[in-house]
């Protein structure tokens, strides 16, 4: 497939498919752009929450009540009257599937419910207004390997099949509708690509069929110093490089997900975040060279998380304490965001999110118990609770000389403390520990000191 097709690629977020009016206001965008387009949707906001919630029979039967309001409406007032029985069969047909999950290949099936009704629906809505629209099932696009929850993408695979059925497509239609977060393995199982993962199934598709660009529609202007919706001191980004973004987004900034720039690093597909309810104003522009990018630093935040340290004076000039340590880390699946190693090598510190870090702290015990028996080489493994992590983002910030001092002062003069810190070697970024209670202060702070440029 040959660059001159000129795809573009547009994602609609939770928010925007949120209700009818929502959809209208999606299928009115979708109707003034430029074909061929290819479309990923999210499920309506609060869609795949309320799957995740399933855990016991209660559970499903309520969630299916929800479910069938919300998607019946949709169905009543976005479709054309000829084709809403056939999508109210659908509905029903997807919903009497819901039951508490009993493994991660039955959860996955169970979280795909929202896209894979809101990929056909908003199909149908297309029609109706006369765009020659068809859905796609993501299952049969995005091979994934590994977990059924947040697999790895089989690139070559899915790029091919991507490529193949864009082709099949576009023979008799303009847009096509495919569903996000949702994938398929080797086995034809459903799998998913992990939660907020409908961003990454719009630059996978973008990047296999070379689209000019890939644009996400969201609920805010696009990437702001920090998230807009708490902080008034926020300001709009106009220009991004893809390494930036993504780095903000893992520490997370979640107007988008981490993953979305990798498939993109090697292409000339260019990103960029709309809001739908303000389609006329330019967004934000991801891509390789910004060529207006300020000096603005962006300021995300991971909250909860917690801070385990393992200290003792035994450890001193030990060689393999880090090994041993981030391994039974790793043995246990545990992500760690951010690790701090004192200079005289008398504890380290690690970062995990709240979720996981019952299981990282029993690792650490369990794995570490000889060596805290054994001439206490370690005398603590210590956790701090109710914390978060503030990183500081910016490509501009390397070699500015002074920036971390304005940013100490800024937490010191608001009276913040500073509990880990830690700035990665490529010099994008500085992460520091608070208390989950001082982060807005914290954040506040950095936007509103000097140097930072917002
Ligand atoms: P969608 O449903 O469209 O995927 P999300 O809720 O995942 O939308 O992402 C959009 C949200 O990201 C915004 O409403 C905003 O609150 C939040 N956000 C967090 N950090 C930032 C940031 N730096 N810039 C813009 N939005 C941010
Ligand atoms: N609906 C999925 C979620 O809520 C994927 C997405 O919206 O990006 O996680
Ligand atoms: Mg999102």
């Not at 890939?214 to 893809?242: C, K, M, N, Q």
């Not at 039974?328 to 992500?335: C, T």
């Amino acid at each position: 497939m040959g660059p001159t097709l000129a795809i573009r690629v547009y994602k609609f977020g939770g928010t925007s498919v949120r209700d009818a009016i929502r959809v209208m206001g999606v299928v009115q965008l979708i109707a003034q752009a430029r074909q061929p387009l290819i479309i990923v949707t999210s499920a309506p906001a609060g869609i795949t929450d309320l799957l995740q919630g399933i855990t016991d029979h209660a559970t499903a039967q309520s969630a299916v009540t929800n479910l069938a309001d919300r998607f019946l409406a949709l169905v009543s007032e976005v479709v054309a009257p000829s084709h809403q029985r056939q999508l109210s069969a659908l509905v029903g047909r997807q919903l009497e599937k819901v039951r508490a999950p009993e493994s991660d290949a039955d959860r996955a099936k169970l979280m795909s419910l929202g896209e894979s009704l809101m990929a056909p629906i908003l199909a149908a809505s297309l029609q109706h207004r006369g765009i020659r629209a068809v859905a796609l099932d993501a299952r049969e696009l995005i091979c994934t390997d590994g977990a059924y929850l947040g697999g790895r993408v089989v690139f070559d695979v899915t790029t091919k099949r991507i490529q193949a059925a864009v082709e099949r497509a576009l023979a008799h239609h303009g847009v096509m509708v495919v569903g996000g977060f949702i994938a398929g393995n080797a086995a034809g199982e459903t799998t998913t690509l992990g939660r907020n993962g409908s961003d990454y199934t719009a630059s996978i598709v973008g990047a296999a069929v070379e689209a000019d660009e890939v644009w996400i529609w969201t609920d805010v202007d696009g990437i702001y110093t920090a998230d807009p919706r708490h902080h008034a001191a926020a300001t709009l980004i106009p220009e991004i490089s893809f390494r930036e973004s993504a780095e903000a987004a893992y520490f997370g900034a979640k107007v988008v997900h981490p993953f979305t720039m990798w498939p993109l690093l090697d292409s000339q597909t260019s990103l960029r975040i709309k809001n739908t309810l303000r389609p006329d104003q330019p967004g934000t522009l991801i891509c390789h060279e910004p060529e207006r990018r300020g000096s603005q630093l962006i300021v995300s935040t991971v909250d909860p998380v917690v801070v385990v340290t393992v200290g003792g004076y035994g450890l001193v000039g030990v060689p393999g304490v880090a090994a041993k340590v981030f391994g039974s880390i790793a043995a246990a699946g545990v992500n760690v965001l951010m690790i701090s190693q004192s200079s005289s090598e008398h504890n380290i510190s690690f970062v995990v999110h709240e979720r996981e870090s019952e299981s990282a702290v029993s690792a650490v015990n369990m794995d570490l118990a000889g060596w805290i028996s054994d001439e206490h080489r370690v005398d603590r493994i210590s956790v701090i609770k109710d914390a978060a992590i503030v990183t500081v983002v910016g490509e501009d910030m390397r070699g500015r000389v002074g920036i971390a001092g304005q940013i100490f002062s800024a937490l010191g003069e608001v009276g913040v403390n500073v509990m880990v810190i830690a700035q990665g070697s490529s010099e994008y970024s500085i992460s520091i520990v608070v208390k989950s209670a001082d982060v807005r202060l914290a954040t506040d702070a950095i936007l509103n000191a000097k140097g930072t440029g917002s």
